[in-house]
């Protein structure tokens, strides 16, 4: 089993930041890499960026490159997403997920994810 606990969300004002944090626990030895997803209200969850534990690379969906960055520490058995610029749309329950898949090409999609947190509430207020 696998634990993961988010924290880091809030309240906060189009244009500012913040930094989600989602620390993993447990049997992580499986893990290739670590995702981030985000649900909003009426929709269906989607994916936001991964980061693969061997290589360090990242992968993020086009609607939050160049704003969020998602960066991980290993050791400590970490991830972050640090969010800049938020948007109103960026309003969200955020979601920290692992998976066994080795292959990247799938870590768009949840249903490759094992493990998932309780979430964390965004909310940017315009």
């Known amino acids: 089993q696998v634990q993961l606990v988010e924290s880091g969300g809030g309240l906060v004002q189009a244009g500012g930041s913040l930094r989600l944090s989602c620390a993993a626990s447990g049997r992580t030895f499986s893990s290739y890499g670590m995702g981030w997803f985000r649900q909003a209200p009426g929709k269906e969850r989607e994916f936001v960026s991964a980061?693969?534990?061997?290589?360090?690379?990242?992968y993020s969906a086009d609607s939050v490159k160049g704003r969020f960055t998602i960066s991980g520490d290993n050791a400590k058995k970490m991830v972050y997403l640090q969010m800049n610029s938020l948007k109103p749309e960026d309003t969200a329950v955020y979601y920290c997920a692992t998976t066994s898949n080795p292959l990247r090409r799938w870590w768009t999609t949840e249903a490759v994810y094992d493990y998932w947190g309780q979430g964390t509430q965004v909310t940017v207020s315009s």
């Open positions: 980061i693969s534990w061997s290589s360090g690379n990242t």
